[in-house]
Structures are given as structure tokens and as C-alpha cells.
């Protein structure tokens, strides 16, 4: 009599499980940037950083299941194009507008070129002569992306960019401020650069975005009320904090 109703418990919380899987749909598939501390395996072997966890809270708090990959930056265009993963969080660009689906604004970052200690940018015409880094695929500004007279150098990701100034193999690295700042003190090389004299280029959105060859696109209204919520509470500030410290 036990064995029949513990049977019975298990098929109905089977049956359960599987009406929630089925009503959810399948898994959304969501590319994370791979370039600490955007996203990253740690020492423990785990993917974490700041898109990852960013990910994880939009998951816990809107129901709707995400796989995350980390992919390199120079990949993630070319499969959002042909619909090969649904999206993730990446720069709002005008470029790629027509690909791809602005779902949600995530947080709004400085565009930055750090030069060598030593060197002083006081306006973008100091710009010229250098040789700087930058990651491939990335858009800054548009002015610093389509000046064809600058000598810039495509690197892999925000650590390659790092190991070449500590190395001063290039006089100056370009990208995202607040990942930049982070290299550069993990990297102990802070002192390596002259940040008093840093160029801001502009200023960039994060967005949530589809590839408008994703079949999920109806799941977008869910996860962008998700995303205004954990704003409006802290939950990203938290994990902009647990990466990139109280400043």
C-alpha cells in the first residue's frame, strides 16, 4: 500500500515538473562574453562574472530557463546573425541594429582609451601616432570606430589588451572602462598607465538583446519586467560591487 502511494506522489510530481517545463518552453540559449569579469571560469572551475550573475538573477526572478555559454566577443555577431543562440547582453550598436531585438537596457558603461605612463591625451588629436589596442569587433564611438587614420591594433579580449601595455607593446588600450580598470588591477599594472590623462570616447548601453532569428522573441515583455525589477532593488549594483568593488 506504501510502495503504491509513494508511486503515486512520484508520477504526480513527474507529471508537475513536466507541465511547468512545457508550459516555460524550451531553454533560452544566451551567449556571455568571455573576458574576465564580464564572464569567466574561476579557480574552482565554475563560470562566473558580471553578465553571468546578471543572467542568473534575470533566470531566478522571471521563470524562464537560460543556458549560458561563454563565447569570444568576435563570435557572438555571426551566430546572432544566423539565429545559431537567441542572445545575451552585449553593446547597443547601430551597426547591428537589423539583426537583433533590443529586449531590455542593462546598465550604461564609459568608453575609454587608458595610455601608457607617460603619454597625455588631453583631446582625441593625441590620439594619432599611437599604436592602440583594442578588442575585435568592439564599437566604441562612433568616430573612434570609423577613423581609418588612427593605428589600432585588434586584440582577443580584455586580458590580451592588459599583457601588451604591461609589456608596452602598445601605447594605449581602448574598450570598456570599467572592465579595462579591472584587468589593469588584477593584472598589477595600474602603475603602468596613466589614468589621470585617460580620453573618455563616449559613453555605451548594454542591452539584452535577440537575434531576430530566435523563436523566443514573445518571451522578451517577461525578462524586460524582470530586468526593471532587479535595477530598481540593487540585485545588479550588488553584482556590479562583488567584481568591481565600492568604486
Not at 529586449?103 to 593625441?126: C, F, M, N, R
Request: charged share 25%.
Amino acid at each position: 500500500m506504501k510502495k503504491i502511494k509513494f508511486h503515486q506522489l512520484l508520477t504526480s510530481l513527474l507529471l508537475t515538473v513536466s507541465l511547468q517545463t512545457k508550459a516555460q518552453g524550451p531553454c533560452l540559449k544566451f551567449h556571455v562574453i568571455h573576458s574576465e569579469p564580464i564572464g569567466f571560469v574561476n579557480n574552482s572551475g565554475t563560470p562566473t562574472g558580471v553578465h553571468w550573475d546578471y543572467l542568473n538573477a534575470i533566470e531566478k526572478d522571471s521563470g524562464i530557463c537560460i543556458n549560458k555559454e561563454l563565447m569570444p566577443y568576435a563570435r557572438i555577431w555571426e551566430n546572432i546573425k544566423h539565429g545559431k543562440h537567441d542572445g545575451g547582453i552585449i553593446f547597443k550598436s547601430e551597426s547591428r541594429s537589423p539583426i537583433v531585438v533590443y529586449a531590455s537596457h542593462i546598465k550604461s558603461v564609459p568608453t575609454v582609451v587608458i595610455p601608457l605612463e607617460g603619454l597625455h591625451l588631453k583631446s582625441y588629436d593625441d590620439l594619432r601616432g599611437l599604436l592602440i589596442g583594442t578588442m575585435r569587433g568592439i564599437h566604441l564611438s562612433e568616430r573612434f570606430d570609423n577613423d581609418n587614420t588612427l593605428n589600432k591594433i585588434e586584440l582577443t579580449n580584455f586580458e590580451q589588451e592588459t599583457r601588451m601595455i604591461n609589456l608596452k607593446r602598445i601605447d594605449a588600450i581602448a574598450g570598456n572602462g570599467l572592465a579595462l580598470m579591472y584587468q589593469l588591477k588584477k593584472f598589477h599594472v595600474i602603475e603602468k598607465v596613466n589614468l589621470n590623462d585617460q580620453l573618455v570616447l563616449g559613453e555605451k548601453e548594454q542591452w539584452l538583446q535577440f537575434s531576430k532569428k530566435s523563436p523566443y522573441l514573445n518571451r522578451i515583455p517577461k525578462l524586460k519586467q524582470s530586468i526593471k525589477k532587479l535595477k530598481q532593488d540593487g540585485t545588479f549594483n550588488k553584482i556590479l560591487i562583488k567584481y568591481y568593488g565600492e568604486q
